[in-house]
């Protein structure tokens, strides 16, 4: 089984209360090889919410306390994004899941790069926190992009 962003699937769970749907993954869930998860969500979000990116560095940082997840209306909602985190973490664990096809520049799931914290649309390197902690716990992590790119190549 491999973990997906619920938004790829078609689950209307992004900020701005719509999808990042692709029939490619939204036939993976058909067929059950998928299991969607909203990081975001799971850490009490509501949908839609405020859109957020990661001010002074990325995932790990935030997860270290020197960063923070920052809602363009300037809530500070880190705990909220480290909670639904952990939340994915658990149930990755309980679920043997070794891989994660995650929705890119998300400050939760992003892989790879993510928004820069200035709400400009400029990209910077690192993960979101959702991505840094499985990461950081020996999950292999890729965005939807490369994923499609990589197809059945990849070693999810």
Known sequence: MILISACLCGINCK?????????VFEA???R???LPVCPEQLGGLPTPRPACEIVGGTGIEVLEGKARVISNDKQNLSDAFIKGAEEVLHIVKNAG???AIFQ???????CGHIYDGTFSSHLI??????SALLRKHGIK????ADFLKLGSDTDL
């Open 15 to 23: 900020y701005n209360g719509k999808n990042n749907s692709n029939p």
């Open 28 to 30: 993976m869930l058909a």
């Open 32 to 34: 059950s090889e998928v």
């Open 97 to 99: 899941i070794k891989g």
């Open 104 to 110: 890119s520049r998300s400050p939760s799931c992003g």
């Open 125 to 130: 390197p690192g993960d979101g926190v959702t």
């Open 141 to 144: 992590v890729i965005n939807e």
